[in-house]
């Protein structure tokens, strides 16, 4: 399988995957200057949205699991019905198709 750019991506295309296969030339040791692996504001703002959006799903789902029925299991069927009630119609038979 390969890939075929069409004819008017290949310049931006091009250009763009040189400027980011460059290897850092400016001596900061491939970016793993004093600042490595220390984290920034942003990213702890990021990481607290992610904390409370955990939170409301979980609040959510708690609400959801709290309105299903104890079983999905069908109830019993219900007793024979007392002398003098009534009893419910007969189910009518579905014609069966004949064929000859």
Not at 41 to 69: D, E, N, Q, W, Y
Not at 79 to 91: D, Q, V, W, Y
Request: aromatic share 8%; glycine share 8%; hydrophobic share 40%.
């Amino acid at each position: 399988m390969s890939f075929v750019v069409p004819a008017f991506a290949v310049i931006p295309v091009t250009v763009s995957s040189q400027f980011l296969a460059q290897q850092p030339g400016n001596g900061d040791n491939g970016g793993q200057g004093e600042d490595f692996g220390k984290s920034s504001p942003v990213g702890f703002l990021i990481l607290i949205l992610f904390l409370i959006a955990v939170a409301l799903l979980v609040r959510s789902m708690t609400k959801h699991l709290k309105r299903l029925p104890e079983s999905f299991d069908e109830p019993e069927a219900p007793e024979a019905p007392k002398a003098g009630a009534e009893e419910p119609a007969a189910k009518t038979e579905k014609p069966t198709a004949k064929s000859d």
